[in-house]
């Protein structure tokens, strides 16, 4: 596409190729895409896309699979580029397995793992890149730059949760050769180079460049890494290997159980604005509405990392079947498994956790009944 402009949206792209630019999509135009799909696509520049010259927006798409030299899903040459809320899983490429940016980028709520290159395992970027509510996870590098290669330009990484990316030269998380680093409100855990995990090995700049973490949990932190506020403590994930027991893919859970070190814990003057207009409304100027789940992220006191940690609701006594009401579908139920003398679970309506569902069940259910509460999908 040329000139003018392109819209794309609920629209796959599988098995795309190209010999030089943009496996599924080449655009020049002004490009808008919407809940797309790109898989298993291929180029030179771009496996999935090459946009470049007008304004790009991406937004709620997924990216996996994809392969090229440069961006193994995504290349930006030029253009002014936002992306927002998508993921990007098992792409591939000599730079930026997910994205190579040589124009400046801003981006929210992105989902990067086991993106694999040469250099710059997840992105590779020669300009300034912002990225806020992120998570990068076991991304890998031959050569410098786990996640993120920086040739030059600013990168800021603001509420970005990045965990066991991979470097086999320098960077375990980012590398900069000429530039600098700014990391806020972050998770920054257990990412390698050939030299360890501690905080130089995480964040690894040349003589040329700069690095600066703010109000962030960093691990193995030997002070080599300039930081003000910084938290050297486990973070205490909900569940990184997620239901597959893998770790890089999309059913990781890197929320924050209710004992994180991250919880309150970040500085709410380095909130970034909601440059990539999260909330819809155009106002870019506002702070940063939402975490990458879309719950709040500012409360009272925002968390470090890319999630605001949410607690369950609170306990509905004789909500048997957890649908926020106790009724008489919760007595059915503790009627079928009165008298279970063990073993019995709260769902067959042991309400008191002694394993029995028996008088004293009834009681509790009895004495709430007609009670109303948050249900358990809420």
Known sequence: SRNGELVIEDSRFISNSASTDGGAVYSQSELQIRDSRFDSNSASFGGAILACCRPIDVRHSSFEGNFASWGGAIHFPSGTPVLAELIGFSNSASRGGFLHATTPVLGANLRLGSNIANNGGAIYTSTNLSLANATLIRNSAFENGGAIHVASGDLALQHVTAYDNQSLIFGGMVYAAFGSITIDNSIISQNSDNAGSTDASQIYTSALATRLVRSSILTDATGVVPAIDVIDAAPLFVDPFGPDGILGTPDD?????????????????????????????????????????????????????AFEFVPFPPPCPGDINGDGQVNLDDFVILAANFGTTS???????????????????????????GNTCASRSQ
């Open 343 to 369: 073993g019995a679970t709260s769902e067959q309506g042991d309400l008191n956790g002694d394993g029995s569902v028996n008088l004293s069940d009834f009681v509790i259910l009895a004495s709430n009944f």
């Open 253 to 305: 859970d890197f929320s924050l159980q209710p004992a994180s070190p991250a919880i309150l814990a970040a500085n709410l003057a380095l909130v970034p604005n909601d440059y990539a207009n999260l909330s819809g409304n155009g106002n870019t100027s506002q702070p940063l509405p939402y975490d990458l789940l879309l719950n709040p992220r500012i409360i009272t006191i925002p968390d470090m990392g």
